[in-house]
């Protein structure tokens, strides 16, 4: 037995299941049952993704430092020589924000 779908959207990274199907790359799928309200199916699709190039930057020109904490970003430029030339605070907000707001 088989069964024929038609008219699926994926709308999360399509273009990358497109370019999976179009190179004939292999893929994985699932059925899984909503258990929450035992009204439907989904439908998944998993596959293995070309790894992205590495990018290398050449700090010739100086650079830019940051550091990323709790409640704010630290920032440090340097020359090219790596001699600091300025650090400054960049304040994130979050107080008072539900957790989706802050992981956004």
Known sequence: KYLVLGGLSF???ELALRWALREGKPLSWLIHK????HKGYR???SFAR?????S???AKFGAIGIDFNA???AVTETD???NMIQSWRVELPLEGKGT?????
């Open 80 to 82: 090219p020589g790596g």
């Open 43 to 45: 439908l998944m699709v």
């Open 50 to 54: 070309p790894a992205a190039p590495i």
């Open 71 to 73: 409640d704010h970003l």
């Open 34 to 37: 909503d258990h929450k309200d």
């Open 11 to 13: 709308p999360y990274d």
């Open 100 to 104: 989706g707001q802050r992981a956004a």
């Open 56 to 58: 290398t930057l050449s």
